[in-house]
C-alpha cells in the first residue's frame, strides 16, 4: 500500500509502498477514503507537539473516515464494507491515516454519519471528542445551564458549541469579528474575543459566572476562564491546559476544573472504547442535525503539501484531504 511519509522536521511528504497491514484479533482494516489535517498534525511534521510522542520518520494523520475492508477475530460490531470514521493513529508510534490503508482497534471506530460525507465525518473525530469529553463527560452539561466556549469558530470550539446546543444550554461563545456569523448561525451568543472578562460576566450572566467554561486555547485564556466561572457550582474545563496558572482566583470562586488529554487513549492503549462511544453519540448528533463540521471552502484533494501550508497558515474551517 501507499503511505505518506515524513523523514524529518518539516521536510516533504515521500511516498513510500509498504505491505498493507493485517488486522490481529479485536482490529479492523480500514481503506482510507478522507483524512482529516489538524493543528496538532503541523506541530508533529514540525518536530514540535512532544505530548503526542510520535518520532520522525512518521506516516502523520489522526482522523479517518473510510471502508472496512477486513476484520480481525473477535470483531462482532463491523463487516467488510461497513463506512466507518475515528482517530486511529498518527501518534505514540501509530502508523497515521496518511496512507492507503490502516489497522485500528475497533473498539475505536463508530460507523460514519448517514447524513454526512466522508471528508465530513473525517473532520470530526479529534475535535468532537476533544468537545465531547470536556463538556458531557467532566462537566455533564445539561438544559439551563450558561456555557462558555472559548474560540467557537476554531475546530473543537465549533464542535463544543453544537453539542451545548444539542443538550439544551445556553450557549455564549468568544469569537473574532469577521467569524461572529458563523457561531450566529448555529444559534449561539457572540463575545468579542477581546472584551474584558469583568465586561461580559456582566453583562451575559449579572455579574453571577457562567455555569461550564470551555477554554480551547490555553495560557491567559485558562486565567480569564477562572474569572467568568460561576461561584460555587461552576466548571472550568480546558483542553490546553499545561501551563502554569494561579488557582487562587478559582479557589476563591470555591468552582472546579478539569483536565482534558485526548491523545492519553492511543497513548496508553486505555480508555479507547470511549473514543467509540462518543464518536457512536456523535454521529446519532450529526444524522439529528444537531452537529456538523465546519470545512473549509478550498478542497485539496490527495494534495498534502497544499492542506497542511493552510492549517498552518490559521484555516477557516476543517482541511480534509481526499484519498
Not at 468568544?174 to 456569523?181: F, M, W
Not at 444537531?290 to 484533494?301: I, M, N, T, V, W
Amino acid at each position: 500500500m501507499k503511505t505518506y511519509v515524513v523523514e524529518s522536521p518539516n521536510s516533504a511528504f515521500r511516498e513510500v509502498k509498504v505491505p498493507t497491514p493485517q488486522p490481529s484479533s479485536g482490529q479492523v482494516l480500514v481503506k482510507i477514503l478522507a483524512s482529516g489535517v489538524n493543528p496538532l498534525d503541523i506541530k508533529i511534521r514540525a518536530g514540535e507537539g512532544g505530548h503526542a510522542r510520535q518520532p520522525l520518520p512518521a506516516v502523520l494523520g489522526l482522523d479517518m473516515a473510510g471502508v472496512v475492508a477486513e476484520v480481525g477475530d473477535a470483531v462482532t460490531g463491523f463487516q467488510p464494507g461497513d463506512e466507518v470514521f475515528g482517530m486511529v493513529g498518527g501518534v505514540g508510534g501509530l502508523q497515521g491515516t496518511l496512507a492507503e490503508f490502516v489497522v485500528a482497534d475497533a473498539m475505536s471506530l463508530a460507523l460514519k454519519p448517514k447524513t454526512l460525507t466522508m471528508q465530513q465525518s473525517a473532520a470530526m473525530p479529534l475535535v468532537t471528542i476533544t468537545a465531547w469529553e470536556g463538556l458531557i463527560d467532566r462537566a455533564n452539561v445539561h438544559a439551563g445551564q450558561n456555557v462558555l466556549i472559548h474560540a467557537g469558530a476554531g475546530g473543537v470550539g465549533y464542535a463544543a458549541v453544537q453539542i451545548a446546543l444539542a443538550r439544551g444550554a445556553k450557549v455564549f461563545t468568544t469569537v473574532s469579528d469577521d467569524k461572529r456569523s458563523i457561531i450566529e448561525a448555529l444559534g449561539a451568543i457572540a463575545i468579542d474575543r477581546n472584551a474584558s472578562v469583568n465586561d461580559y460576566v456582566a453583562e451575559h450572566t449579572s455579574g453571577e459566572g457562567f455555569d461550564i467554561v470551555y477554554d480551547t486555547l490555553g495560557g491567559p485564556v485558562l486565567d480569564a476562564s477562572f474569572l467568568a466561572v460561576k461561584r460555587y457550582t461552576g466548571h472550568v474545563v480546558s483542553c490546553l491546559g499545561w501551563g502554569t496558572h494561579a488557582l487562587a482566583p478559582l479557589s476563591f470562586r470555591a468552582a472546579t476544573y478539569s483536565g482534558v488529554f485526548t491523545l492519553l487513549p492511543l497513548l496508553s492503549g486505555s480508555g479507547r472504547a470511549n473514543h467509540g462511544h462518543i464518536l457512536q453519540q456523535s454521529a446519532k448528533f450529526a444524522e439529528q442535525g444537531q452537529l456538523k463540521p465546519l470545512l473549509a471552502e478550498q478542497r485539496f484533494g490527495k494534495d498534502i503539501a497544499a492542506a497542511y501550508d493552510a492549517v498552518g497558515r490559521g484555516s477557516k474551517g476543517k482541511v480534509v484531504l481526499e484519498l
